[in-house]
């Protein structure tokens, strides 16, 4: 999504990640593993719905399906899932560079005279091994952010040197109508919730109702409506994202 910064909250945590004017323009790569993810889960529920009965493990809801981390199930999930994240950097880096080459293009120039930096590139819906205090004890933990991702505080050694004083930078992508956001982890957000956040809009309407009660051109007028343009692949995308 390409966007224009309306407004700048910490003028030294933007300025560090090269956000220094209202009116600049900035893109917003929000993008997984495809359908390649959802596989992998739907794969994994299967055989850990299996381990659980094995292992006498159990849970509220089918969708909390899980395994031993160190079973045969729970490591052909984390190697599925590593996989399907590789898929997603990679889906993500092409089309960073893609959409350089599109802006180069247009403005007969080079991405590095435009200054089209990457600011920051997490994942989201993934488990990983981290440390984190539990009941005043540190402890090694796998933390799986399902719909939420990382959000590290000032002076965590995961997050890299240039946002060591800022803090980890925090995408928080709105829906195609509203307003996307840019923000930094903090040590409360540690305490609190092991360094997350959730990565983007929440969704009001499943997608399946979103295409049921709403109609394409409704949703594209109504963008427009707002200055948005909007460019897709097929006419039920739209209805499914609608803000």
Request: hydrophobic share 35%; aromatic share 6%.
């Amino acid at each position: 999504e390409i966007q224009v910064v309306d407004e700048i909250y910490d003028k030294f945590a933007a300025s560090k990640m090269g956000i220094d004017t209202k009116g600049q323009v900035v893109l917003m790569i929000h993008c997984g593993s495809r359908g390649f993810g959802h596989q992998v889960a739907t794969d994994a529920l299967v055989s850990m719905e299996k381990a659980m009965k094995r292992d006498n493990i159990e849970t509220n809801d089918r969708q909390l399906a899980c395994a031993r981390i160190n079973s045969k199930e729970g490591q052909e999930y984390l190697n599925g899932m590593a996989a399907a994240a590789n898929f997603a950097w990679v889906n993500r880096s092409s089309m960073t560079f893609l959409a350089r080459q599109a802006f180069s293009k247009m403005f007969n120039t080079t991405p590095d005279d435009l200054d089209m930096h990457v600011i920051y590139d997490v994942s989201h819906n993934i488990a990983k091994m981290e440390e984190h205090i539990v009941d005043g004890k540190r402890k090694r933990l796998l933390v799986h952010r399902k719909g939420s991702t990382r959000a590290f505080p000032p002076h965590h050694p995961l997050i890299p040197v240039d946002y060591q004083i800022t803090g980890q930078p925090v995408l928080i992508g709105g829906t195609m109508g509203t307003c996307s956001y840019v923000l930094t982890g903090t040590e409360q957000g540690m305490q609190d919730t092991f360094g997350s956040t959730c990565h983007g809009a929440g969704r009001a309407m499943s997608r399946a109702k979103s295409r049921r009660n709403l109609g394409f051109q409704d949703v594209l007028d109504k963008l427009n409506q707002q200055g948005i343009s909007v460019r897709v692949a097929s006419p039920k995308l739209v209805m499914e994202e609608a803000p």
